[in-house]
């Protein structure tokens, strides 16, 4: 299936009711569960990894396919290796292609019992839970953060504590700081001290909690203000400043001209003037899901661009690096990967441009988000559409609300 979008002018104006974040939906279900907490998560995100999660907590069984959602994957290997009973967990063929070994092998040194079924160092895996004893870590900080995240959670649970030092450059820095800051909200103390996190054993506090909304899907729309000719967005339950990382959107807009305004509740986003940068040069370290917003922009607002600390994008859904230059290339560019983890566009259009680009998402959500916006400028068609009710199921509809037009086309 896919859908062609299209919009009749260059204006948006409107009221977003924004998904709840996906990031602290997913991490809160593990600390609550820690917790032993009796208080209802409220506003919890209803993307397709946030209900992974939750089937899995609601499930009467001890196997688990969690499909294409990575952080379920890395969280509950964590979570189930201290949880008494033996569990397989699977997932798509691509999630089998996604490693796990820095993981498994963190957990295994604290104690663990952790298997892998088919490839070494690849999900699937048998995990029998088990006593784990504190010890101090060595882990790569520049592979993923969710790693990170996901030792981080039960670190209070395990005998003794936990104690990672992070070699390399951090990767994610700001969502690591997402999972510490929640973990502190449920009682946890901690000390992070450059690249030492060090975390006592003791026992999370049971509380009352409601999600904010996600400001990686408030990206997609800055990026659509940014397109436009005037208008302006009020975003349901945004948070400014916000736990999440991903808020340095309201910075970086700015220089395309877009003010960001919080109420108290909301934030109104509003396109003052058509200001661009002559050239953009950013680096994603610590926001590689901006990565995607960002590119097309530049494209589409004929901004060159070096984008650097990519270097996560290619163990994502896809490999982001690679689609991204396939499908801007029908837009007429070539980016270039000056360096691993770097991206690179001079300005130029050396390919042909298509009419109507089809979009490929290549089983990732943030393909289908990031491209969307383009329709803003002309019609294009987005393949396997609904892909985004991976992290967020009602984006199309608040697109439809706005004035676009949006219709399915069957092969």
């Given at each position: 299936?896919?859908?062609?979008?299209?919009?009749?002018?260059?204006?948006?104006?409107?009221?977003?009711?924004?998904?709840?974040?996906?990031?602290?939906?997913?991490?809160?279900?593990?600390?609550?569960?820690?917790?032993?907490?009796?208080?209802?998560?409220?506003?919890?995100?209803?993307?397709?990894?946030?209900?992974?999660?939750?089937?899995?907590?609601?499930?009467?069984?001890?196997?688990?396919?969690?499909?294409?959602?990575?952080?379920?994957?890395?969280?509950?290997?964590?979570?189930?290796?201290?949880?008494?009973?033996?569990?397989?967990?699977?997932?798509?063929?691509?999630?089998?292609?996604?490693?796990?070994?820095?993981?498994?092998?963190?957990?295994?040194?604290?104690?663990?019992?952790?298997?892998?079924?088919?490839?070494?160092?690849?999900?699937?895996?048998?995990?029998?839970?088990?006593?784990?004893?504190?010890?101090?870590?060595?882990?790569?900080?520049?592979?993923?953060?969710?790693?990170?995240?996901?030792?981080?959670?039960?670190?209070?649970?395990?005998?003794?504590?936990?104690?990672?030092?992070?070699?390399?450059?951090?990767?994610?820095?700001?969502?690591?700081?997402?999972?510490?800051?929640?973990?502190?909200?449920?009682?946890?103390?901690?000390?992070?001290?450059?690249?030492?996190?060090?975390?006592?054993?003791?026992?999370?506090?049971?509380?009352?909690?409601?999600?904010?909304?996600?400001?990686?899907?408030?990206?997609?729309?800055?990026?659509?203000?940014?397109?436009?000719?005037?208008?302006?967005?009020?975003?349901?339950?945004?948070?400014?400043?916000?736990?999440?990382?991903?808020?340095?959107?309201?910075?970086?807009?700015?220089?395309?001209?877009?003010?960001?305004?919080?109420?108290?509740?909301?934030?109104?986003?509003?396109?003052?003037?058509?200001?661009?940068?002559?050239?953009?040069?950013?680096?994603?370290?610590?926001?590689p899901d901006i990565a995607q917003t960002m590119a097309v922009l530049c494209i589409l607002k004929k901004?060159?661009?070096?984008?650097?600390?990519?270097?996560?994008?290619?163990?994502?859904?896809?490999?982001?690096?690679?689609?991204?230059?396939?499908?801007?290339?029908?837009?007429?560019?070539?980016?270039?990967?000056?360096?691993?983890?770097?991206?690179?566009?001079?300005?130029?259009?050396?390919?042909?441009?298509?009419?109507?680009?089809?979009?490929?998402?290549?089983?990732?959500?943030?393909?289908?988000?990031?491209?969307?916006?383009?329709?803003?400028?002309?019609?294009?068609?987005?393949?396997?559409?609904?892909?985004?009710?991976?992290?967020?199921?009602?984006?199309?509809?608040?697109?439809?609300?706005?004035?676009?037009?949006?219709?399915?086309?069957?092969?």
């Amino acid at each position: 299936m896919k859908y062609s979008l299209s919009k009749p002018d260059q204006n948006i104006r409107g009221i977003v009711n924004l998904p709840s974040s996906k990031s602290i939906s997913n991490r809160v279900l593990i600390i609550n569960a820690l917790a032993y907490c009796p208080y209802e998560i409220r506003n919890l995100s209803d993307s397709d990894d946030t209900k992974v999660m939750q089937q899995i907590f609601s499930s009467n069984t001890n196997v688990f396919d969690i499909g294409h959602a990575g952080t379920a994957m890395r969280f509950m290997t964590a979570f189930l290796s201290k949880i008494v009973g033996e569990w397989t967990l699977t997932g798509s063929e691509r999630m089998k292609q996604r490693p796990i070994r820095i993981l498994v092998n963190a957990l295994n040194e604290l104690g663990a019992k952790i298997e892998y079924l088919e490839k070494e160092g690849f999900p699937p895996l048998k995990i029998l839970g088990s006593h784990l004893k504190g010890k101090v870590l060595e882990l790569d900080g520049s592979v993923s953060s969710q790693y990170i995240s996901a030792l981080l959670m039960i670190g209070p649970t395990i005998e003794g504590g936990l104690t990672l030092r992070l070699i390399n450059r951090i990767t994610s820095r700001s969502y690591i700081g997402m999972t510490l800051k929640l973990m502190n909200q449920f009682g946890i103390d901690y000390i992070w001290n450059e690249n030492e996190i060090r975390i006592e054993e003791q026992n999370y506090r049971p509380i009352d909690f409601t999600v904010e909304a996600d400001w990686s899907g408030a990206s997609y729309w800055y990026q659509l203000l940014a397109l436009a000719n005037e208008g302006e967005v009020e975003l349901r339950n945004l948070c400014l400043p916000s736990f999440q990382g991903d808020c340095i959107v309201a910075d970086w807009f700015r220089s395309f001209g877009i003010e960001s305004t919080f109420t108290g509740k909301h934030v109104v986003i509003t396109k003052k003037n058509f200001d661009c940068p002559d050239c953009l040069s950013l680096d994603f370290m610590e926001n590689p899901d901006i990565a995607q917003t960002m590119a097309v922009l530049c494209i589409l607002k004929k901004v060159p661009f070096h984008f650097r600390g990519l270097e996560t994008l290619k163990i994502k859904e896809t490999d982001r690096i690679a689609a991204l230059q396939n499908e801007l290339a029908k837009f007429g560019v070539q980016l270039t990967e000056p360096l691993q983890g770097e991206l690179q566009w001079d300005g130029s259009f050396p390919l042909v441009k298509e009419d109507i680009p089809v979009i490929l998402t290549y089983h990732d959500h943030r393909m289908a988000l990031a491209f969307a916006p383009a329709a803003l400028l002309g019609k294009v068609i987005i393949d396997d559409p609904l892909v985004i009710t991976k992290s967020y199921p009602g984006f199309y509809e608040d697109l439809r609300n706005v004035g676009f037009e949006i219709g399915e086309l069957k092969d």
